[in-house]
């Protein structure tokens, strides 16, 4: 059982279609989509095609349009029934890889406007995170900072695999201003395509991506350690969104031993990298891979060295658990009331301000 007044760090909001963001967009760009027809396309990402079982419990699939694109829908399938305090909408859409970094800023933007006025405006239990361009961390920030005002914006929303890894300089921009507006950084599963998903090329089937999306995971953490992201933005959190679990207490383990063969390489990682990934960096718990077994569950927990860092996640519409056993049986009471509720509202400082 979910105990009451959870936050649901990851629920999946969809955009029906580009004809529902053009109320939102400014009038240029509005002109500019229905002239070149792109009102027509459905910008669906290939990272998570509508038309795989996973991202959609058969439950969960509407009689009309995507699964994740009905309020009412959302309400019945689990803000109702698990009566989380908080849900936490994200948006994954083709506007975040848009190639013209203008027409990305122009969609993102109406997303966000849409988010703002059919979803956080008509349930006040919903926050969302901000969609952003992230292939122009300049555009990006002007667009978190367009957005900092309204509280319910609780977060930065980024894909795992980018067009350069996310500890580069060039995405500081973003990073600087997340962080002067208390805002975490969510690495949400998933790629821009600009390369290989995994680093043995190209594959061939869906089944190759998905499960590359813990090794993006891992390499985006790599670069954003070894490039001092956490050094130089030192009230910065990381939020690695539907990542899996069980992956991190070995690559915090292989960070440590390498980093103290090469220290020299990186004098600001002034200490223990795994240290940082346990102040810093928090996961959402579903997809939970979890062992079959609590002994077992509880042993590799205990690897993580601290109790602070998963985060509650339905993960809604996707596919990822059955029925309501969102998590794995077997939490002692004390880390379940963690993981729900304490470690959310440590993360995102903005669920305890009061909105407008």
Known sequence: ?????????????????????????????????????????????SAYPPGAAINARPDWKPEKGPAGGSL?????????????????CNVIHGAQMIFSEDLSLALCR??????AAEWLDR???????????????????????????DKRFVQVLLLAMAEVPLGRRFMWPLYRVAEKHGLPIGVHAGSSFRHPPSAGGWGSLYLEDYVSFAQGHAGALNSLLAEGVFQKFPDLRVVLIESGVTWLPASMWRFNKTW?????????????????????????????????????????????????????????????????????????????????????????????????
């Open 110 to 115: 109406g997303i966000n406007n849409w988010l």
């Open 123 to 149: 349930d006040p239990r919903l926050r969302a995170s901000i969609v952003v361009p992230p292939h122009s961390p300049d555009l990006a920030a002007e667009e978190v900072e367009r957005l900092a005002g």
């Open 260 to 356: 103290r063969g090469v220290r020299a390489e990186v004098p600001w990682l002034n200490r223990l990298p795994a240290d940082i990934v346990r102040e810093r960096v928090r996961l959402t718990a579903q997809p939970f891979d979890a062992p079959p077994d609590a002994a077992s569950l509880l042993s590799i927990l205990d690897q993580f060295g601290s109790d602070e860092m998963l985060l509650f996640a339905t993960d809604y519409p996707h596919w990822h658990y059955d029925e309501d056993e969102v998590l794995p049986a077997g939490l002692p009471p004390d880390l379940l009331r963690k993981i729900t509720r304490d470690n959310p509202l440590a993360t995102y400082p903005r669920l305890k301000q009061e909105t407008p």
């Open 1 to 45: 059982m979910i105990p009451p007044g959870a936050i649901d760090c990851d629920v999946h909001v969809t955009v029906p279609s580009v004809r529902d963001l053009l109320p939102y967009m400014e009038p240029y760009w509005r002109e500019h989509v229905e002239r070149r027809g792109l009102e027509r396309e459905n910008f669906d990402t």
């Open 72 to 88: 009412p829908a959302l309400q019945q399938h689990i803000l109702d029934p698990l009566a989380p305090e908080f849900a936490i």
